[in-house]
């Protein structure tokens, strides 16, 4: 790859030449549009450079370049020929970027933060209103089938969420590398990481269909025989779905770590689209219940992966280009991916314990709780933009070339401001829903009965959901990754005990959600307490912590 060199773009450019002899020719490409914007450049560059004159000759006069808002688009002859549709997109993204990461007032900063977060928003929600639109359609044929829907969602839901490493480790080592400027590294590391997706996903596959109905059984119990059957139609279908589910993730993941949420909600919005009329004309018109919701799940999953690949072109990757990592790169995705790994497995074995003590108080109950738990996670994602904010633009405050801590606390402070805000409106959205209309999800009085005892936990759980992702956003962000993992099974250890106690008392179905509002409130104190304390990500002047190793690019 030819080398480049950062160059200003200032009146004297033209009328000094270049005496180095070892440098190499270079040419200027500024798109025509940008010549004649108004709008900020590409990027501001506050470091000293020399600055020649040809009066004075060259300089270093710091204060004469400390405000100079310098063109830094220079190529080589090689890459002259790229489209102008590139650098605009360049320039769009270095603006939110530069807004992120200098601006002084806090209202400015809120509202670069929901320029990117605001798109980022739906595609986090994507998800969730799938599962929702399934509990909605099967909850109005029969309670058996919406009971049936807990324990198939953890297998197909609920297990996905084990590899949200990948995705993580692919929005982090995207953006690390985009702010060393290196597009040959972030195109390598695309395709190691589509190529663990892609390895990932057929395993899921093959484990669905051939220990599917075992591992349901095992969990749902002899009790619960009756919905298992409809359980196990529902995960074999869904199953099929699992290698373009991580392949998507991944090219995903990819455009987030390049501050792009646009292309990835188009792709989940579309998707919504056809999960929503396969669920009504397969389940509502043909009477094919949970099988029809499974059927258009999967296939609204595939086509939302297919796009996601396709959207990086529209960045200059190739998403089709996919390349078996090597020892030293699988090394370095998993120093950032086990913590990570243990961090996300601690979730969802909470979660999925929330599931097994509820299964076991009868079909009304779990029905209810498969109810209130889609709603949760419906409104809980309104913090995941917020993490994906921090993991975007915190990397490059913390340990890039623009590094500044006292910017960082800054953007994290705006993080919490969004998240507490969001906090309540979507807790008191999220506890309307099942107050006061229940019966879109089900008809069965004792199923409402059940869903009522629990809405003062709910609310309390769901209100710090924002906040609690803004804070460990920042700690990937910042890779203290030892403490995370750590903490994480210390909060999972305390949350099972807790769950095992209130349901030994005879608590019923409020003890499972109270101790979620513990677990939850848990995560968001011990977060806070690191992020603010001296040896925190955001006041450590310890770079040591940031060095996963070097790995080579082909």
Known sequence: MDAKTLIPHNSYLKTTPISNPFQRRYTSHIPSALKKSSKTPLFRRTQLLTHVSPTKGASNNEDYHRNVRVFAAVTSVSDSGEEDEEEVAKSKMAGIEEGLAGNESIWDQLVEILKFSGPAAGLWLCGPLMSLIDTAVIGQSSSVELAALGPGTVLCDYMSYLFMFLSIATSNLVATSLAKQDKTEVQHQISTLLFVGMTGGIMMLLFTRFWGEWALSAFSGAKNAPMLSASNTYVQIRGLAWPAILVGWVAQSASLGMKDSWGPLKALAVASVINGIGDVVLCLFFGYGIAGAAWATMASQVVAGFMMVEALKDKGYNGYA?????????????????????????????????????????????????????????????????????????????????????????????????????????????????????????????????????????????????????????????????????????????????????????????????????????????????????????????????????????
């Open 322 to 554: 996919v390349a078996v990592p090597s020892a030293n790169e699988l090394l370095q995705i998993f120093k950032l991916a086990a913590p990570v790994f243990i961090m996300m497995m601690s979730k969802v074995a909470f979660y999925s314990l929330l599931v097994y003590f509820a299964t076991s108080m009868g079909t009304q109950t779990v029905a209810a709780h498969q109810v209130l738990v889609q709603i949760y996670c419906m409104f809980a994602v309104g913090g995941e933009p917020l993490s994906q904010t921090a993991q975007s633009f915190m990397p490059e405050l913390l340990y890039g070339a623009k590094r500044s801590l006292s910017k960082a606390r800054r953007l994290l402070k705006s993080l919490l401001i969004i998240g507490a805000s969001c906090g309540l409106i979507l807790g008191a959205a999220g506890t309307v829903v099942p107050w006061l209309f229940p019966k879109i999800f089900s008809p069965d009085p004792q199923v409402i009965k059940e869903m009522h005892k629990v809405l003062l936990p709910f609310f309390i759980a769901l209100c710090v959901a924002t906040s609690t992702h803004s804070l460990e956003g920042t700690l990937l962000a910042g890779r203290d990754l030892s403490f995370i993992s750590m903490s994480m099974s210390t909060i999972f250890s305390f949350g099972a005990l807790l769950l095992m106690l209130f349901s030994n008392l005879g608590f019923g179905l409020p003890g499972c959600w109270w101790a979620l509002a513990l677990f939850q409130w848990s995560r968001f104190t011990v977060a806070l307490l690191r992020l603010v304390s001296p040896n925190g990500v955001l006041y450590s002047e310890d770079m040591t912590r940031y060095e996963l190793g070097e790995v080579r690019t082909a």
